[in-house]
């Protein structure tokens, strides 16, 4: 089934190039089923490229779903338009009142600060709080996964002496987990972060399930039965020229950075990137997606209750 954007926004004729399956509002309003509804709380700041990342991979789940683009109230970005913002996205204050199947958190580039330097952290502190009624399943990305983590359960983040940049290879911990069914043993993801959370702090907490792991770059995938979390510290949603891009931008701006590890063959930079994570993003959201299908109730009303 195709997913529901709104008709003129940017991500839809990208998707559709791609042969993703995007709905018209007008057909989706004649479908006698109800969609799944899916928020989007959106803080990196090329908005338009997660939105487009994240439509895709829930664009691919064979349910119909419905996303709102979300953004906090108190914080302006200064790399989307206005007219953009005004269009497409809602400010957390306007939908505080309606419930939701799933929930997305992104990262965002603030991730040296601490938690409580950061100009919305009290906003979104009340949105993590929000979630526990109004949002049967939360799915944390990257700085928003490290966010959550400490808001929840206090686990601290660290500054890393370089960046962790680069596709690493990760461990699947648990084949059992009904979010990583069809998984392999091994498989690779796009990491991008001067930050890490420590698997020794995770497993301290009975609640959260760790799921994903790289001997290189440390815990990649949290899963929390009883808040119906996941938390992902690295950047599976990434396109394959992601990394390129922020490879190209800190070069421009004679920022040091090595060559992002196995991301380009020989890692030749002058090279086409090669995208080795692909069908585990669609896996992953895929799960997401089938787990919130399989315990929603019909009626959105009940969800928190």
Not at 158 to 174: D, I, M, P, T
């Amino acid at each position: 089934m195709p997913i529901r954007i709104p008709d003129k926004l940017p991500a839809r004729a990208t998707l559709e190039s791609e042969g993703v399956m995007v709905m018209d509002e007008r057909t989706a309003t004649r479908q006698d089923i109800r969609p799944l509804k899916v928020g989007l709380l959106n803080l990196m700041p090329n908005k338009i490229r997660t939105e487009t990342q994240i439509a895709r991979l829930l664009g691919a789940t064979p349910l119909q779903i419905e996303m709102t683009l979300v953004r906090v109230s108190g914080h302006t970005s200064r790399n989307t338009s206005e007219e953009h913002l005004i269009s497409f996205y809602k400010t957390w204050n306007e939908i505080r009142n309606q419930k939701f199947d799933g929930f997305i958190i992104t990262g965002a580039p603030i991730e040296t600060l601490a938690f409580e330097d950061v100009d919305y952290w009290h906003e979104l502190q009340e949105i993590f709080e929000w979630t526990r009624s109004h949002v049967l399943s939360t799915f944390n990305i990257c700085w928003g996964a490290m966010a959550a983590a400490y808001h929840f359960h206090g686990v601290p983040k660290y500054e890393l002496e370089k960046k962790a940049f680069g596709v690493y290879r990760h461990s699947n911990l648990n084949p059992a987990s009904p979010y990583l069914n069809g998984f392999s043993d091994d498989f690779q993801i796009p990491v991008s972060r001067w930050t890490e959370m420590r698997g020794e702090d995770i497993r301290k907490h009975k609640g959260l399930e760790l799921l994903m792991e790289s001997d290189e770059t440390g815990p990649c995938l949290i899963a929390e039965k009883e808040g119906k979390r996941l938390y992902i510290f690295n950047h599976i949603e990434y396109d394959s020229f992601s990394l390129k891009e922020e490879y190209d931008r800190d070069i421009a701006n004679g920022t040091p950075i090595e060559v992002p590890h196995n991301y380009y063959p020989d890692d030749d930079p002058t090279q086409h990137p090669l995208n080795r994570w692909k069908s585990h993003a669609h896996l992953l959201f895929g799960n997401w997606i089938n787990q919130i299908y399989q315990t929603t109730p019909y009626n959105t009303e009940e969800i928190g209750r």
